[in-house]
């Protein structure tokens, strides 16, 4: 390990969200997002849900951005998308946890977007490259205010929805996720030891799409605080 008071640059902090009841925040480690967890969204992007195993990909912990952001049209892209989704935060160590054991590793939940340049993303998947360009930018993981999953509640009758302006563009239940929080959170700790500090972006139901610059985004979980953006022009 290095010594931290002898490095050559310093970098940006650890990205902190505000938890619902506390003074202290929930520093951000990694991101995983699910995809394809919505039936009905895997098939308005041409494809089926793989009902036998769960799929991933991640962002970078400086992509995080708080709700209630104004952030800069992202740059080489002319689809900037939307996906609304319910974020689960980790607050307990978890490596190889069965289904059952699974919910003990959940701190709790928030509304999150995951923001995507849709153009990049289709360029990578037809070319079978991976998506790091459509998904994994800066400012890509919006985040609103975490909920103890104790006050949340048990997922699934949950409304999810999502509106540009005035306009309802994602509204489905939480039901709907095809892999459930628990199954998720197993499957993924057969792959990594899963840290407090880790957030996984459960996946977006149907109806996504662009968003332009001007434009803004409420995002609403029942039950959960919110997640906003302003999409300003681009830098």
């Given at each position: ?92 160590p978890a490596f190889k946890v069965s289904v059952e054991d699974a919910p003990a590793a ?130």
């Amino acid at each position: 390990m290095s010594d931290a008071n002898n490095q050559l640059f310093e970098i940006p902090g650890t990205p902190l969200v505000p938890v619902k009841g506390e003074t202290a925040s929930y520093p951000v480690h990694r991101v995983f997002c699910v995809g394809r967890n919505y039936a009905a969204h895997a098939a308005e992007m041409g494809h089926e849900v793989d009902r036998q195993t769960p799929f991933y990909f991640t962002k970078p912990a400086s992509a995080t951005v708080l709700s209630g952001a104004k952030i800069a049209y992202p740059p080489s892209t002319s689809n900037y998308h939307f996906e609304m989704e319910l974020v689960v935060a980790i607050g307990a160590p978890a490596f190889k946890v069965s289904v059952e054991d699974a919910p003990a590793a959940i701190y709790g939940y928030a509304t999150g977007l995951d923001m995507t340049r849709r153009d990049l993303q289709l360029i990578a998947r037809e070319k079978g490259r991976p998506w790091d360009l459509g998904k994994a930018f800066e400012q890509s993981a919006i985040i609103a205010e975490i909920t103890k999953a104790k006050e949340f509640g048990e997922v699934g009758p949950q409304r999810i929805s999502l509106k540009v302006g005035e306009d309802t563009r994602q509204d489905a239940l939480l039901s709907d996720l095809v892999w459930k929080i628990p199954e998720l959170i197993s499957h993924l700790s057969g792959f990594y030891h899963l840290l407090p500090g880790d957030l996984i972006y459960t996946g977006t139901p149907a109806g996504v799409g662009p968003v332009l610059a001007g434009e803004n985004i409420v995002g609403e979980i029942e039950g959960l605080a919110p997640v906003l953006l302003d999409i300003l022009d681009a830098e």
